[in-house]
């Protein structure tokens, strides 16, 4: 009887394990047919197109000579082109990570304008990171932890975070995370003139 028991249960074992063996080659299919069906066109891309809130454009940044400047104005400075803004810190080794990517984008979208927001710890750390990672583009401190004011009003859970603005100062894309995420760079093509 125990024989015939333990049989059983080995064909049920087997019985099993060819049908998962089945599903998860017909959940592979699926998946590789899903990826498929998701890659972006350039021709899906919406654009956010929204302001941004007023307590985000009223808050001020002190620029690399030490002047005040807010959020508002900044985008003022670069109307007309598309922004890139960057928002970083020093002490963020994704964010360091990324300079070579967005160095790139640098060089594909030279008529956009590159932003960088630092959320560094001191003005030196910041003015410090920007000479040795050799950062071109406008500069400007916040002496603000992620979760304060400007945070919150961006959303902002992780850095480096990257937003595109267009020529007229709206919101074209509110999140990307990498400087070669996918989205971001169709989002760009799509606000070249």
């Keep these: 009887m125990k024989k015939i028991f333990i049989t059983l249960l080995a064909l049920g074992f087997i019985a099993i394990s060819c049908d998962t063996k089945k599903v998860d080659k017909e959940i ?15 021709d899906t891309v919406s654009l956010d197109d929204t302001k941004f809130q007023s307590i985000t454009l009223n808050k001020e940044f002190d620029d690399v000579s030490g002047n005040k400047i807010s959020f508002q104005n ?12 960057d928002v970083w810190a020093s002490w ?32 030196d750390k910041w003015t410090e990171a920007i000479k040795k990672y050799d950062l071109k583009g406008d500069h400007y401190y ?15 859970d992780w850095i480096p975070r990257y937003i595109l603005v267009d020529a007229q100062g709206n919101i074209a894309l509110r999140k990307a995370i990498v400087a070669n995420d996918t989205l971001l760079i169709k989002t760009l093509d799509k606000l070249q003139p």
């Design 142 to 156: 916040l002496n603000e932890k992620m979760k304060d004011e400007f945070g919150q009003s961006i959303q902002l």
């Design 92 to 123: 963020c080794p994704d964010c360091i990570k990324g300079f070579p990517e967005l160095k790139n984008l640098q060089q594909k979208y030279p008529n956009a304008s590159y932003v960088f927001i630092s959320l560094d710890k001191t003005k």
């Design 74 to 85: 900044i985008l003022e400075k670069h109307k007309g082109s598309p922004i890139v803004i």
């Design 28 to 42: 592979a299919t699926e998946i590789d047919n899903l990826k498929d069906s998701l890659s972006i066109k350039s």
